[in-house]
C-alpha cells in the first residue's frame, strides 16, 4: 500500500465521521476515476441539475456526466447566452433537483467551508435544491476553519483568479490582500471573488448535503 494513499484514507475517514455527526452523508473513493459511477448512483433520470462552478468536476468528469441526455442540465456555459440568460440559470438552479459543486476547504469537525462573489453557489448549498453533491479532492481536508480561511486566502482564491482572469488583489500579488486579517479581510476592488462565506455545519436535513471525498489532490 502507498503510505501517502495510507494517510489519505486515514484523515477521510476522521472527517467523513464529523460529517456524518453533523447530517451529511459521506463517502470516500480512492481515485478520481470513481467519483462518475458514485455520482451516477446518487442520480435519478429526469432530475434537473445545476453546477456551481468547479474545475473539481471537470477533472472527475463530473460535467461530461450531467449533460447525458437523460438528466436535464440547466446549462449555464451554453454558448451564446447573454449575462441575463446566465443569470437567469443561475436562478433556476436555485431549484434544481441537484446541485453539483466542490468545496473551498472541509474541516476535520466535519464543517463545509465556501466562499463566492455571486453567491449563488452558496446560496444553493445552504437551501434550494433538494440535493447536493459536493465532489471534493483530499487537498480540500483542513483542520480547522481557521485553516480553512487560509486556505481560500493563499490558495484557492489566488488560484481562481488567474484562472477566471478577475481584478482583485491576490491576481497582483498571489496571495489576498487580507491575509493578516480576519476571515472577511480582503481588497476592496470590484472583480473580488470572496463576498458570501458560508459554513455547513449540522444539518436540519439529513444526508441532504453528500460529499464525496477523493484520496487524490483535485481543483483548487
Ligand atoms: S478578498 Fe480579494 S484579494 Fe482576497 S482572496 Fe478574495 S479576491 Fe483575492
Redesign the pocket.
Known amino acids: 500500500m502507498n503510505p501517502q494513499k495510507t494517510v489519505y484514507e486515514k484523515q477521510a475517514s476522521l472527517a467523513m465521521e464529523a460529517l456524518r455527526r453533523n447530517r451529511m452523508a459521506a463517502y470516500y473513493v480512492p481515485t478520481a476515476a470513481e467519483v462518475v459511477p458514485l455520482v451516477r448512483s446518487l442520480l435519478k433520470a429526469g432530475d434537473s441539475i445545476g453546477v456551481g462552478g468547479s474545475v473539481t468536476l471537470d477533472q472527475t468528469g463530473v460535467s461530461e456526466l450531467i449533460r447525458d441526455p437523460q438528466y436535464r442540465f440547466i446549462d449555464r456555459y451554453e454558448a451564446g447566452l447573454s449575462k441575463e440568460e446566465v443569470n437567469d440559470r443561475l436562478r433556476q438552479s436555485l431549484l434544481a433537483d441537484v446541485y453539483l459543486t466542490s468545496a473551498n476547504a472541509i474541516t476535520l469537525n466535519g464543517e463545509l467551508y465556501n466562499?463566492d462573489?455571486r453567491s449563488n453557489r452558496v446560496a444553493a448549498i445552504a437551501f434550494g435544491p433538494r440535493s447536493v453533491i459536493v465532489v471534493a479532492g483530499i487537498n480540500k481536508l483542513v483542520t480547522d476553519l481557521d485553516e480553512a480561511a487560509k486556505r481560500?486566502?493563499l490558495t484557492a482564491?489566488?488560484a481562481n483568479?488567474e484562472r477566471l482572469h478577475?481584478d482583485?488583489?491576490?491576481?497582483k500579488t498571489g496571495v489576498?490582500?487580507?491575509?493578516k486579517g480576519n476571515m472577511t479581510?480582503?481588497?476592496a476592488?470590484e472583480?473580488?471573488?470572496?463576498c458570501s462565506y458560508l459554513i455547513s455545519a449540522m444539518q436540519r436535513e439529513k444526508d441532504r448535503i453528500k460529499v464525496i471525498l477523493v484520496g487524490e489532490p483535485l481543483g483548487y
Open positions: 466562499v462573489g481560500v486566502k482564491a489566488p483568479v478577475c482583485t488583489g491576490c491576481a489576498c490582500a487580507g491575509y479581510a480582503g481588497c476592488l472583480g473580488r471573488i470572496c
